[in-house]
């Protein structure tokens, strides 16, 4: 069964850093997600992707954070220079074009900022 | 603004006993609804959804919810439990006919005992 896969499954960075989380959609789908849990809390949106543009985004998503896919593959979240407040686990999220079907979501990235 | 309360943070039941885990939303429009599982170490797994039609929604092993308008309610039910259903549980919402994101609960954590 197709699923969306996620790299790295652990990240470490230190505070101030650049840091890429990969996703790999499941290949017909057309829309894509990023949603972020901090620990103890909600999963929490960020951004949705659609037709290679970013369709809505969450108040969290501000300029430190940015989208891309950069080839017909892979769905990038880059953070521009990470907080202690951005540890978190992420998770992207795929879907087919009609409305009725659900997202399915990769197993996530633990983000570390130290 | 869109938003979902599941009441329970941790719910602990012997096996075959059955389970209710509340969800209540807060959306004036047609919703879209959406149980999700999280088995340890897995990613969100969707276990059922409600868009349209017959309010009481049979899932996957043997899960099912009841969408209730006026109590703006979308509570999941099992019989009779297993072991194997220990896992959080969260319920989401997204905004009807929109191909948007989804708005989560906090989750509920379900601990089975053998």
């Known amino acids: 069964e197709p699923e969306v896969t996620q790299t790295p499954s652990h990240q470490v960075t230190q505070m101030g850093q650049e840091v890429i989380l990969r996703c790999v959609p499941i290949s017909n789908h057309l829309y894509f997600y990023w949603y972020r849990q901090i620990l103890g809390q909600k999963v929490e949106f960020l951004v949705s992707?659609?037709?290679?543009?970013?369709?809505?985004k969450s108040e969290i998503f501000d300029d430190q954070f940015s989208v891309e896919r950069p080839d017909g593959s892979n769905f990038t979240l880059k953070i521009r220079s990470t907080k202690l407040e951005d540890s978190a686990m992420y998770f992207c999220?795929?879907?087919?074009?009609?409305?009725?079907?659900?997202?399915?979501f990769g197993p996530g990235t633990r983000l570390t900022v130290l | 603004a869109q938003s979902v309360s599941q009441h329970n943070h941790h719910v602990i039941l012997s096996e075959a006993a059955s389970l209710e885990l509340g969800c209540n939303y807060s959306y004036g429009g047609t919703v879209n609804l959406f149980w999700y599982v999280q088995y340890p170490g897995q990613h969100l797994q969707l276990l059922l959804k409600y868009f349209s039609g017959d309010p009481l929604v049979k899932g996957i092993k043997g899960f099912e919810a009841e969408f209730i308008k006026s109590k703006f309610s979308f509570n999941l039910r099992k019989p009779s439990v297993q072991w194997s259903d220990t896992a959080e549980y969260f319920c989401?919402?997204?905004?009807?006919?929109?191909?948007?994101?989804?708005?989560f609960g906090k989750g509920t954590k379900l601990s089975v005992k053998p």
């Open positions: 989401a919402v997204r905004g009807g006919g929109s191909q948007g994101n989804l708005i």
């Open positions: 999220a795929s879907k087919e074009e009609r409305s009725y079907n659900e997202q399915f």
């Open positions: 992707f659609y037709n290679n543009e970013i369709s809505e």
